[in-house]
């Protein structure tokens, strides 16, 4: 079964095939998807909020593991054809919220994803609802932009930064080129990982495992996109198009060493406060 694909009526023909057939189309997203399961260390019986969870491809996924998965946004047209009914089935269901005011009591769930949610709001205030309603040592699970390691490189070449402004219309520094692409991307701040961990400990929740996805070969690919297509941006259908990309994204991705520095970065962390 594809990642994050639900069976809903209503779809058109074309968007039930390839979501059947592709799945979430988001590559990065799709990249993290086997570390972010793996760090959430889902069970039966456990209770789980995505926040920030956009169309809920993961809240799908998260629901098929344990008693109920959440997917909280803060605003309806996100979810996009999940917003058509309001309880998808057993398991997952959905709630208009904001993450600075999760709609749970304090200490019951025994997850919460966090996906690339920390930099487009106040994160200090997202990170402390999260330790608000986790249960002792639940766990919380974030992926943050980091940066853009390899176009900051080629900025720093005289002649690989007069081809990214000539031939690809790049702003004319790397720090415009950040400016920029957060706001195009809704991004109020980049994360280094240190920030992250430092944020999460002031919350009495402390790191446990973390890898940078996209890296290496993956995270050349990615970058390379965003250039090749900084003038026009990429259309949906082109989404759709990228996806069938993702197996061999997947495999230049697992031949990267678990160190090795990247775009994003993914990390759990344990909730260590007291009920």
């Known amino acids: 079964m594809a990642f994050g694909w639900l069976d809903l009526e209503g779809q058109a023909w074309w968007r039930r095939l390839l979501r059947r ?42 629901a098929r593991h344990v008693r109920l998965a959440v997917a909280i946004e803060i605003q309806l047209a996100p979810f996009g054809s999940l917003r058509r009914v309001p309880q998808f089935g ?12 999760l709609p749970f009591r304090d200490h019951v769930l025994d997850r919460v994803l966090l996906s690339g949610t920390l930099q487009a709001l106040d994160a ?24 853009h390691p390899l176009i900051r490189r080629a ?11 000539r031939v690809f219309g790049l702003p004319r520094t790397y720090q415009q080129f950040q400016t920029e692409y957060a706001r195009r991307h809704f991004v109020t701040r980049y994360y280094a990982p240190d920030d992250v961990v430092a944020l999460m400990d002031g919350h009495e929740l402390r790191l446990v495992e973390h890898q940078f996805i996209p890296s290496g070969l993956a995270d050349a690919v990615i970058e390379m996109l965003h250039v090749l297509f900084w003038r026009v941006g990429v259309f ?14 997947q495999l ?18 344990e909730y260590v406060g007291d009920s």
């Open 252 to 269: 230049l991705q697992g031949g990267s060493a678990a160190n090795r520095q990247g775009s994003e970065w993914v990390g759990s962390f």
């Open 21 to 62: 057939s592709i799945g979430w189309p988001h590559l990065v997203r799709r990249l993290q998807s086997l570390a972010v399961l793996k760090f959430l260390d889902l069970r039966t019986g456990q209770h789980v909020a995505d926040v920030g969870a956009g169309g809920g491809y993961y809240a799908v996924e998260i």
């Open 124 to 147: 200090e205030r997202a990170v402390a609802e999260c330790a608000r309603v986790l249960k002792p040592r639940g766990m919380v699970v974030v992926t943050v932009l980091a940066g």
């Open 236 to 249: 949906r259908p082109g989404r759709f198009a990228f996806a069938l990309w993702f197996p061999f994204l």
């Open 90 to 101: 057993v398991g997952l269901s959905a709630a208009v919220a904001d993450a600075r005011r």
């Open 155 to 165: 900025y720093s070449s005289r002649g690989m930064r007069r081809v990214l402004l």
